[in-house]
């Protein structure tokens, strides 16, 4: 295909791959349903450099799951309906042409859905916050009978202790 390109912008191996593959599928796409045997027809490389431009910008890098499972849709919607309309022709027709990398897609798949890094300090639940018995808890859960390290204030309300 002429529009396989060798990884210029350095995607991690899980998004190179995930690249292929929308290029494989595309291609197939653009084979059976518009007779191009070479390379891609300008919309389908419209919608594979499209899809690329998406990878590179993805929050989630390395631990992606596959597009279907991503709580993010980059997509816009027109190009989302295109890239629907490709993977349900080339997704039965896959395992057949690509039977390694539908394998490794399926797996891909299997991952957990992801979630974002958020920057910043760590928070106080997550810290290690020793119990009355002076040893330290790997768990922010308050021990049985406490009010989960809070001090009632005046008004009976609980509060932070000093």
């Known amino acids: 295909m002429s529009t396989k390109t060798e990884n210029p912008e350095r995607l991690s191996p899980r998004l190179e791959r995930e690249r292929k593959t929308l290029e494989a599928m595309i291609g197939l796409y653009c084979r059976d349903r518009h007779g191009i045997r070479d390379g891609l027809c300008p919309d389908c490389a419209e919608l594979a450099e499209y899809a690329r431009q ?18 993010v849709h980059c997509y816009r919607p027109a190009m989302r309906e295109r890239i629907r309309q490709v993977m349900r022709h080339a997704g039965p027709r896959m395992p057949y042409r690509h039977p390694l990398m539908t394998l490794r897609h399926w797996m891909d798949g299997l991952r957990k859905e992801p979630r974002r890094r958020k920057p910043g300090p760590p928070t106080a639940d997550a810290t290690v916050r020793p119990s009355g018995s002076g040893k330290a808890s790997s768990t922010a859960q308050p021990e049985p009978g406490t009010n989960g390290g809070k001090a009632k204030t005046a008004d009976g309300a609980l509060g932070e202790d000093p």
């Open 54 to 71: 998406r990878l590179l910008k993805c929050p989630f890098g390395e631990g992606k799951t596959t597009c279907a499972k991503c709580p």
